[in-house]
């Protein structure tokens, strides 16, 4: 079979050459693109992002990405969103008392952990659900962190048409979301390309599952 391709959305974030190595290493054909034509084209679309959520927003519009989001999801192509990538899917992000409009693809605000010592930087476990894909044989591994903000609830109402979205928990100063699975969309808070060979296994889970 023809190795899965994924285009990684480029528009100016830090990281993203470590981000295309693990794919590669997962078994992916990896596209560094902000092609529109090419990211719909792709199997897979990969949103990176590092720094503050005003930041990576600001960049993502100047390639447009909130479209390029809205448009895979609404044809049911799959989507991982990393760290920051993760954070901004959801309503809003409130920085040091400043909110910033997010990608909204799911209700709630990320917000700083309450905890006593930020970022939360280094390896840490994780509670993955029942039903999680990318958690597969992987679920008692540790990942890679390194953030302050965080979404620390899941507001979006149960739908009983759909499957019910799979939900990893963390903690560090207060639970928080540190993945998300649902549908065609799918995030972590953690940062796989860093976390060694269990990063590269849930890699491996997402691209089987495209």
């Given at each position: 079979?023809a190795a899965?391709?994924?285009?990684?959305?480029?528009?100016?974030?830090?990281n993203v050459?470590s981000?295309v190595?693990?794919?590669?290493?997962?078994?992916?054909?990896?596209?560094?693109?902000?092609?529109?034509?090419?990211?719909h084209?792709?199997?897979?679309?990969?949103?990176?992002?590092?720094?503050?959520?005003?930041?990576?927003?600001?960049?993502l519009?100047?390639?447009r990405?909130?479209?390029?989001?809205?448009?895979?999801?609404?044809?049911?192509r799959?989507?991982?969103?990393i760290c920051?990538?993760?954070?901004?899917?959801?309503?809003?992000?409130?920085?040091?008392?400043?909110d910033?409009?997010?990608?909204?693809?799911?209700?709630?605000?990320?917000?700083?952990?309450?905890?006593?010592?930020?970022?939360h930087?280094?390896?840490?476990?994780?509670?993955?659900?029942?039903?999680?894909?990318?958690f597969?044989?992987?679920?008692?591994?540790?990942?890679?962190f390194?953030?302050?903000?965080?979404a620390?609830?899941?507001?979006l109402?149960?739908?009983?048409?759909?499957?019910?979205?799979?939900?990893?928990?963390s903690?560090?100063g207060a639970?928080?979301?540190?993945?998300?699975?649902n549908?065609?969309?799918?995030?972590?808070q953690?940062h796989?390309?860093?976390?060694?060979?269990?990063?590269?296994?849930?890699?491996?889970?997402?691209?089987?599952?495209?």
């Open positions: 079979m899965p391709v994924v285009a990684v959305l480029d528009y100016g974030s830090g050459h981000a190595k693990a794919l590669e290493r997962a078994g992916a054909e990896v596209r560094l693109t902000a092609d529109r034509a090419l990211i084209r792709a199997d897979g679309l990969l949103v990176p992002g590092v720094g503050a959520f005003s930041a990576v927003m600001a960049a519009e100047t390639v990405g909130s479209e390029i989001v809205d448009r895979r999801l609404a044809g049911g799959p989507v991982l969103g920051v990538g993760m954070q901004i899917l959801f309503d809003v992000g409130r920085e040091r008392g400043v910033s409009k997010g990608l909204g693809q799911w209700p709630g605000v990320v917000e700083q952990l309450p905890a006593d010592v930020l970022p930087m280094g390896w840490d476990t994780v509670r993955s659900d029942a039903g999680s894909v990318l597969d044989g992987i679920a008692d591994e540790r990942f890679y390194v953030h302050s903000y965080a620390q609830q899941w507001t109402p149960r739908d009983d048409r759909r499957r019910p979205p799979a939900l990893t928990w903690e560090h639970p928080f979301l540190a993945a998300v699975e549908g065609p969309l799918s995030a972590t953690f796989p390309e860093k976390s060694g060979a269990a990063g590269i296994r849930l890699l491996r889970n997402w691209l089987g599952s495209l």
